[in-house]
Nanobody, 118 residues
C-alpha cells in the first residue's frame, strides 16, 4: 500500500514536498517513482529512483527543479519540488516498480493534489 501526503496549494515559484509511505517488507527492492496527471491530460512520468537510491531519473521539464529521494529505513519516498510553475499543477501519484521514463508501474497510491497558482 502506498499513501501520499504533502500536496496542497502553492504560489508560482514556491516549493512543496510530497511524501509516500509504503507498507510491506519489499519496499527497499522496488524502483519507486512519481507520476502526475493534469486535468484533461494523460498521466506523465515525473521522476524515479532506484532501489538503493543510487540513481535517479527525471522528465526534462522538471530537471533542476524537482528532487526525488528515499529513506528505506522509513519505507518512504519523497519528491521535493522547487520553482513550481502553474504547469506543474496535477495529481501526483506515488508508484512502485516503475519503469523509468514511462507510466508503467505495478503499484499505485491514491494520489495527492498539487496546485500552483499564478
Amino acid at each position: 500500500q502506498l499513501v501520499e501526503s504533502g500536496g496542497g496549494l502553492v504560489q508560482d515559484g514556491g516549493s512543496l514536498r510530497v511524501s509516500c509511505a509504503a507498507s510491506g517488507r519489499t519496499f527497499s527492492q522496488y524502483v519507486m517513482g512519481w507520476i502526475r496527471q493534469a486535468p484533461g491530460k494523460e498521466r506523465e512520468f515525473v521522476a524515479a529512483i532506484t532501489a538503493s537510491g543510487s540513481r535517479t531519473y527525471y522528465t526534462n521539464s522538471v530537471k533542476g527543479r524537482f528532487t526525488i529521494s528515499r529513506d528505506n529505513a522509513k519505507n518512504t519516498v519523497y519528491l521535493v519540488m522547487d520553482s513550481l510553475k502553474p504547469g506543474d499543477t496535477a495529481v501526483y501519484y506515488c508508484a512502485a516498480e516503475v519503469l523509468p521514463y514511462t507510466t508503467v508501474a505495478s503499484y499505485w497510491g491514491q494520489g495527492t493534489q498539487v496546485t500552483v497558482s499564478s
